[in-house]
């Protein structure tokens, strides 16, 4: 019975030829990876409905990435920001622009540029939408859309002198270069 199974097996391998080597990435190749994690904005001062220098840090941090190309290999990434401009609870919510880059635990980074929109759920959770090119790096060409549930903020503290001083909540990332 064990010769018989290994005869399939081997019968199996000579039907399916050799066996199939990745090959480098090419233009053509289709990207599909997607991400889970969070995102973290500090604001110093906290943003109240005046306008007014603030300090932003953050980090955007992905634990959990899947890549159709890559399926075993772990993905992850950080991607640290920071910057100081004038803004308000209210100018924040118009939305914007920027780059990022992304640094995955492979030792690779992509670097993006983005443009931000804000939504409401219908249950009324404020979401935020960052759609952008991967300019240069890994996964160059493709498109990337952020989804970001903002729970951790509290836009009442927008009218009281302290402001809002946090926000963020969970992240989702799909990178694609099907869009």
Excluded: H
């Amino acid at each position: 019975m064990r010769r018989k199974a290994i005869s399939i097996a081997g019968g199996a391998a000579l039907l399916l030829g050799p066996p199939v080597v990745a090959q480098p990435a090419s233009a053509s190749t289709l990207i599909s990876v997607s991400c889970t994690g969070t995102n973290v904005i500090n604001y110093s001062p906290g943003l109240t409905n005046t306008p007014q220098t603030v300090t932003i840090i953050g980090q955007d941090t992905a634990v959990a990435c899947v890549d159709l190309a890559r399926p075993l290999t772990p993905l992850s990434f950080i991607a640290p920001f920071s910057g100081t401009f004038t803004t308000s609870c209210t100018a924040l919510l118009a939305g914007g622009t920027g780059a990022q880059t992304f640094q995955w635990n492979t030792g690779e980074t992509s670097n993006w540029n983005w443009t931000l929109r804000f939504s409401n759920t219908a249950n009324g959770q404020l979401v935020a939408i960052a759609d952008g090119p991967v300019t240069s790096g890994l996964y160059a060409g493709a498109q990337v859309r952020q989804v970001i549930t903002e729970t951790t903020g509290d836009q009442t503290a927008c009218f009281t002198p302290e402001g809002m001083t946090q926000n963020g909540g969970p992240s989702n990332w799909v990178i694609t270069n099907l869009l």
